[in-house]
């Protein structure tokens, strides 16, 4: 059996069924699309999960995991905070030497390996966040699609639809390369047994498919939050 997106070509499709080979084609119908836009736009967030990880012990944070783009690395010295975005080919040592280089321009700072020790430091938090990633809805559309068994006799055809329509009546949604679901609904179907000379039993098994247009995009998680900085109220 030979499951293909598209309408088949006629040799190689009578080649298949002379040899008793069926043949499943999946078709979107031309002209059969229709916008069905009926809410506002809708943003679903999943939050990041950091691979490199911080640990603090006294007026020390040592850096381990692996670093790696989208991570941002942060320590947070008696409410003054010293940030790092991790860039490609980045290490634990590396982010914890770009660390270090910032908070010594404003206090002493020691740099051992993946560990920033801050001597007098009466207060360090430190952490690791990941970018996120947002999907956003704009608009939603309706396509009809042909699912096609072509067959050498009829009764392996039946059954070849029978078992396809079994498989798609238990399906409500469909999941897409997107990470959203499309829903499909059985709307119509349809057999053509005028090729019988050919061997060519058909049926046809029509479904629409709604789904959403998204876009992508990256979702910056905050590091630290709520800071007081020179009077002033600071939320990032």
């Known amino acids: 059996?030979?499951?293909?997106?598209?309408?088949?070509?006629?040799?190689?499709?009578?080649?298949?069924?002379?040899?008793?080979?069926?043949?499943i084609s999946i078709f979107s119908i031309p002209n059969a699309t229709r916008n069905t836009t009926r809410w506002a736009p809708v943003?679903?967030?999943?939050?990041?999960?950091?691979?490199?990880?911080v640990s603090v012990n006294g007026n020390a944070a040592t850096f381990s995991g692996t670093a790696g783009l989208g991570q941002v690395a942060g320590l947070l010295v008696q409410n003054e905070p010293f940030v790092y975005r991790c860039q490609k080919g980045d290490t634990p040592a590396l982010v914890a030497a770009m660390l270090a280089q910032l908070v010594?321009?404003?206090?002493?700072?020691?740099?051992?390996?993946?560990?920033v020790s801050i001597p007098g430091a009466e207060s360090i938090i430190a952490r690791v966040v990941a970018d996120g990633a947002s999907v956003t809805e704009w608009a939603r559309q309706r396509q009809t699609f042909r699912i096609t068994a072509w067959s050498p006799d009829p009764i392996s055809?039946?059954?070849l639809c029978s078992s396809i329509g079994s498989a798609l009546?238990?399906?409500?949604?469909?999941?897409?390369?997107?990470?959203?679901?499309?829903?499909?609904?059985f709307?119509?179907?349809?057999?053509f047994d005028d090729d019988q000379d050919s061997q060519q039993y058909r049926r046809d098994l029509i479904y629409d498919v709604e789904?959403?247009?998204t876009v992508e995009a990256s979702a910056p998680s905050?590091?630290?939050?709520?800071?007081?900085w020179s009077g002033a109220s600071i939320y990032g």
């Open 169 to 185: 009546s238990s399906v409500a949604f469909l999941s897409l390369s997107d990470g959203t679901n499309g829903r499909i609904r």
């Open 211 to 213: 789904y959403g247009t």
């Open 157 to 159: 055809r039946d059954s």
């Open 104 to 115: 010594r321009t404003t206090r002493a700072c020691w740099l051992s390996g993946t560990t």
């Open 187 to 191: 709307k119509s179907t349809a057999s």
């Open 222 to 228: 905050m590091l630290f939050g709520d800071l007081i």
């Open 43 to 53: 943003t679903h967030s999943t939050p990041g999960v950091p691979t490199l990880v």
């Open 1 to 23: 059996m030979r499951i293909y997106r598209g309408w088949p070509l006629i040799g190689p499709l009578g080649n298949d069924l002379a040899g008793g080979v069926a043949n």
